[in-house]
Nanobody, 121 residues
Framework: QVQLVESGGGLVQPGGSLSLSCAASRLALRHLAIGWFRQAPGKESEEVSCINGNIDTTHYGDSVKGRFTISRDNAKDTVYLQMNSLTPEDTANYYC??????????????RGQGTQVTVSS
């Protein structure tokens, strides 16, 4: 069974940075689009970033553009999300998903449990 395990969350002060990791088991990620979603209490989930399979084109939501960077290490089947200039509005549970295919426009088929990010002074 495919597993996605996120790590790297925690408590950080406003303006700080965190780097999240999403490691996959039993599945090679290089040909698949991988996204990062977040969900805050009382709010809907939003995909904040996604990286296409094969060509590694990246996409960002308006709320994180210029502050977050998604990347992948295919040798490790791991996708990263570098988050800079964090604000309290970034507080949420962050989880990664696998899209069905190499396009970020495709439906999601797997997701991890997530890692909590809390931005607070």
């Amino acid at each position: 069974q495919v597993q996605l395990v996120e790590s790297g969350g925690g408590l950080v002060q406003p303006g700080g940075s965190l780097s999240l990791s999403c490691a996959a088991s039993r599945l090679a990620l290089r040909h698949l689009a991988i996204g990062w979603f977040r969900q805050a209490p009382g709010k809907e989930s939003e995909e904040v970033s996604c990286i296409n399979g094969n060509i590694d084109t990246t996409h960002y939501g308006d709320s994180v553009k210029g502050r977050f960077t998604i990347s992948r290490d295919n040798a490790k089947d791991t996708v990263y999300l570098q988050m800079n200039s964090l604000t309290p509005e970034d507080t949420a549970n962050y989880y990664c998903v696998i899209h069905n295919g190499d396009s970020c426009a495709g439906p999601t088929i797997y997701r991890g449990q997530g890692t909590q990010v809390t931005v607070s002074s």
